[in-house]
């Protein structure tokens, strides 16, 4: 879990003196951590020089220094349909990441939240369990779900999920997409078009891009995160499986590497195991504090 990094991080301080091995040992537990090398090199390598310069050696000053330092790589949004617009929101991520329930859990937060108009559109038209399993979802949740048969065209369906939110007055339309990567170039090619008939669709600065991660995979989600956002660029996460992460560092990797905020946090399977993402509390969680 993840108060396992924390007790490592607690055992460092109790075992090492504040040194050049307290240093290098501290860098290993960051890459374990998920943070991924290259920011927990770049991360270890500031607060060495803080602690140097500043003379800093107490534990409790040290973990302040570096709560700081990560605290400058998670970056958080707060993602809220504008009133009275036209807004389409695409949901992207791999297959298995939870992308399809965090649709649902999205909008049954925005229906709770003051959105009254709300279309989920099946735009995954790949996997015909995702078809299945969001008009599932749309009736458990009371939303509207727009579908065309399995292997149709995902913009199609984008297209005709906002118009019929347009007849019914300003609104949110959350599009479920396909999230194939094995074959990449057919996956961009099929994603620059959905964004197209989302950016024609969305009234202005009203169309968002949002990637689902896995929170559990590490490395892996910020190498998806890249693709995606290499692809029609990314303006939000949503980390999943929160409740079962052994570390979670990847939002400071996709924050530091990428520039992309979270927005959300889903940690468990119900459609009320969705929060908004507190960059504080998730630094103090990752440290143990």
């Known amino acids: 879990m993840k108060k396992s990094f924390g007790s490592k991080f607690k055992m460092l301080f109790s075992k090492t003196k504040v040194n ?72 992207l991520g791999v297959n298995g990441v939870g992308k399809t329930t965090s649709v649902a859990k999205m909008a049954k937060w925005f229906k709770e939240n003051g959105v009254e ?85 969305a009234d ?12 559990t995979t590490g490395q892996n989600a910020l190498r998806q995160a890249e693709v995606f956002n290499e692809a029609v660029g990314i303006d939000a996460v949503v980390m999943t499986k929160f409740d079962s992460t052994a570390k979670g560092g990847v939002a400071v990797s996709i924050g530091r590497e990428l520039k992309i905020p979270v927005a959300f946090v889903c940690d468990g399977e119900k459609y009320e195991n969705i929060s908004k993402f507190d960059a504080e509390k998730y630094i103090d969680d990752f440290l143990g504090l």
């Open 20 to 91: 050049e091995d307290f240093f290098e040992e501290l860098t290993d537990i960051l890459v374990e951590g998920d943070i991924g090398a290259k920011a927990s090199f770049e991360i270890v390598d500031e607060l060495q020089e803080i602690c140097e310069s500043k003379k800093i050696t107490e534990q409790d000053d040290i973990i302040k220094e570096l709560k700081a330092l990560l605290l400058e790589s998670v970056k958080s949004i707060d993602l809220v349909p504008e009133a009275g617009k036209q807004n389409v929101w695409m949901v």
């Open 117 to 201: 108009n709300l279309v989920l559109a099946s735009a995954d038209t790949f996997r015909a369990a995702a078809i299945e399993q969001l008009g599932m979802h749309g009736e458990k949740i009371g939303v509207r779900v727009v579908s065309h048969q399995h292997g149709s065209d995902p913009s199609a369906v984008v297209f005709d999920a906002a118009d019929a939110l347009k007849s019914k007055g300003p609104g949110l339309v959350l599009a479920d997409t396909a999230g194939r990567l094995h074959n990449k170039e057919n996956l961009v090619r099929e994603l620059q078009k959905i964004d197209r008939t989302c950016t024609s669709k």
């Open 204 to 215: 202005e600065g009203c169309y968002k891009k949002i990637i689902v991660i896995d929170s």
